[in-house]
C-alpha cells in the first residue's frame, strides 16, 4: 500500500486528497465489500444515464479520457438518479452519501453494508450495536 500512495503522492499536488481517497477505496477491500455496483466510473465522452441506469446507491466519477487519477464530476447517485454533482473528491461526495443514508434512515447498499457500518460505529461512533466484522477493525485500529 505505501508504493501505490508514493506513487500517487509524485503524480499530484494534492496529497492529502489522495490519501484520503485510497484509504476510502480500501476500507471496503478489508470489510470484504464488493464496490463494483458502488464507485462507478465514466469517460466525459460516455453518457452517464448509461453508467446510473441500474444503480440504486453509488458514486460516479467522471473521468477526462486520458486522466483516470483526477475526476472533472463527482456524483451521488440514488434510485438511478443523480442527486448531488459537482462535488470535489470522493471522501466529500461518500460524506454526504452516509449523511443522506443516516438521516433519512435508508438501508445501506447490501453490498456496502459493512463499509457503512464501519463508518458509522468506527468513525463517527453512532450506535452501540456492530457487527463482529467491524468489532474486530475495531479492535486492530486500537492497537
Known amino acids: 500500500m505505501e508504493d501505490v ?3 500517487l503522492d509524485e503524480k499530484t499536488s494534492d496529497i492529502l486528497t489522495h490519501r484520503k481517497t485510497a484509504a476510502l477505496r480500501g476500507l471496503p477491500i478489508f470489510v470484504r465489500d464488493d464496490t463494483s455496483k458502488f464507485f462507478l466510473q465514466c469517460s466525459a465522452s460516455d453518457t452517464e444515464e448509461q453508467v446510473i441506469r441500474d444503480a440504486t446507491v453509488a458514486i460516479l466519477s467522471v473521468h477526462e479520457d486520458d486522466d483516470a487519477l483526477n475526476a472533472v464530476n463527482v456524483a451521488v447517485v440514488l434510485e438511478g438518479a443523480i442527486i448531488l454533482q459537482d462535488l470535489p473528491d470522493l ?5 454526504c452519501l452516509f449523511g443522506l443514508l443516516y438521516t433519512m434512515n435508508i ?7 459493512y463499509t457503512f457500518e464501519a463508518v458509522q460505529c468506527i468513525f463517527f461512533d453512532l450506535g452501540s450495536q456492530c457487527s463482529q466484522r467491524i468489532r474486530s477493525l475495531r479492535t486492530k485500529l486500537q492497537l
Open 107 to 113: 438501508d445501506y447498499p447490501k453490498e456496502m453494508f
Open 91 to 95: 471522501c466529500t461526495a461518500f460524506a
Open 5 to 7: 500512495l508514493d506513487a
